[in-house]
């Protein structure tokens, strides 16, 4: 079993950054692909971006290309999301989430562990 835990959210003006980090619990971390989804005020959970096993590879929605980069560190069981040139419409609550798949998936379904979620909130 996999626990995670993100952290690094809070509150920061448009055009700021934040870095978001996933800590995982567990031997089998470099096992599992990670993904990052996130939930806007009154709105559905949302597929954001994806890194694999080994961070070789990496994905973004294209609402983030270029914004948010993803990277992770085997050895301390963590991901994490670099968040730059933030923007209103990016308030939300970010889950980071594993995945067995080996390659990308973007279907929460696909994703057996999840984090509790750290509030992200831009100020205009």
Not at 48 to 62: E, H, L, N, P, Q
Not at 101 to 116: E, F, V
């Amino acid at each position: 079993q996999v626990q995670l835990v993100e952290s690094g959210g809070g509150l920061v003006q448009a055009g700021g950054s934040l870095r978001l980090s996933c800590v995982a619990s567990g031997r089998t971390f470099s096992s599992y692909a990670v993904g990052w989804f996130r939930r806007p005020p009154g709105k559905e959970r949302e597929f954001v971006a994806f890194i694999s096993r080994s961070g070789g590879s990496t994905y973004y929605v294209d609402s983030v290309k270029g914004q948010f980069t993803l990277s992770r560190d085997n050895a301390k069981n963590t991901v994490y999301l670099q968040m730059n040139i933030l923007k209103p419409e990016d308030t939300a609550v970010y889950y980071c989430a594993t995945t067995s798949a080996g390659t990308l998936t973007t279907r929460p379904t696909q994703y057996n562990y999840w984090g509790q979620g750290t509030q992200v909130t831009v100020s205009s």
